[in-house]
């Protein structure tokens, strides 16, 4: 087993906590997860990060001798209208229920997995209250919300608001419950063979303004992963950015690695490969033993892989980030 440690790209960093004065909280986001199901092996998966896309390669293998029909599902990160309403958070496609546009191969042919939503209020499920008033499950579908809003009467959306799924106020029409979707699939493994399945999707990532005096913190120094080239690389940035804001804009791509324990044994071969888009940005996780292999892509590599701590991936580009809140 290969346990994460603080490691640092040239010139790279990590992310800091999300801020309520100048950051958005970035959505978590991984692989596919079932239930506990020993007999299925994950001999490899390939992971891709990049600012714009995540796509990860698997290959299972079925170690029993009669073929497993399972269901699989792949988790979209909750969305809390509560907490993200007034964020800087954008989903890549706000118009579907898909909002990180997901798509699936089973060895090398797409299907369509089924999509599940439901919507909550803490623990209180209010899907059916929405759909009747023909409001989405995702609360930053605001178009989708705006466009049901105007053709509600009084007497229903003070029934929403008693319900606690908007503001009691006027003119207020920011989503207060919590979305939560998963796509998922039945997937048969026949006996003794390999199944290759594919995904790739847009993350939901958020960003922080990063100034010199932040990233030097000794807390956010120990909790991500910065030591003194990293520090070197936001001095370089912030120098050749304009000198009206004195910050930088970096953004995290978040990416849940542990719910891969869910299948039998480690992971034979992981590969993580992250592509931070420009030769001059500076990117970081942590993870030992990492290397360069081209102008803007790092690649980490382990056998037996157990996964322990999930990823956190900054990219910070060049220029400057807008000062003031978010």
Known sequence: MIRPAAALLAAGLLAAPARANDSAAELDAGGLVLRREPGIALASEDLSIA???????????????????????????????????????????PESPNFVGFTVTVDGKPIAPELEERAFVGEREVTDLLR???????????????????????????????????????????????????????????????????????PVSGFHLLDLKEAAREGYRTTYCLDEAGLTG???????????????????????????????????????????GSPEAVASFCRTG???????????????????????????????????KR
């Not at 919300?145 to 003070?158: H, L, M, Q, S, Y």
């Not at 009691?168 to 029409?173: I, K, L, R, S």
């Not at 009206?244 to 044994?265: F, K």
Request: net charge positive.
């Open 51 to 93: 600012p714009g896309r995540i796509s990860v390669a698997y290959l299972f293998r079925n170690q029993l001798q009669e073929p497993r029909t399972v269901r699989v599902a792949f988790p979209l990160p909750p969305i809390d209208g509560r907490e993200l309403s007034f964020s800087a958070l954008a989903l890549p496609h």
């Open 132 to 202: 009747r008033h023909g409001l989405p499950l995702n609360p930053l579908r605001f178009d989708a919300i705006n466009v049901a809003a105007k053709r509600i009467g009084a007497p229903e959306w003070a029934e929403l608001v008693k319900a606690g799924l908007f503001p009691d106020a006027d003119g207020m029409t920011e989503g207060l419950w919590r979305g939560e979707a998963k796509f998922h699939w039945l997937q048969t493994f026949p006996a003794g063979q390999e199944v290759r399945i594919a995904h790739s999707y847009a």
């Open 234 to 276: 936001i001095r370089r940035l912030l120098a050749r950015a304009p000198k009206d804001g004195g910050y930088l804009r970096a953004a995290v791509v978040p990416y849940i690695v542990t719910t891969a324990r869910n299948w039998a044994a480690p992971i034979g071969r992981f590969t993580l490969t992250v592509d931070k």
């Open 290 to 324: 990492i290397r360069k292999t081209g102008p803007t892509t790092f690649r980490w590599e382990a056998r037996d892989y157990v996964p322990d701590q999930d990823l956190r991936v900054l990219i910070v580009q060049p220029g400057s980030g807008p000062a003031g």
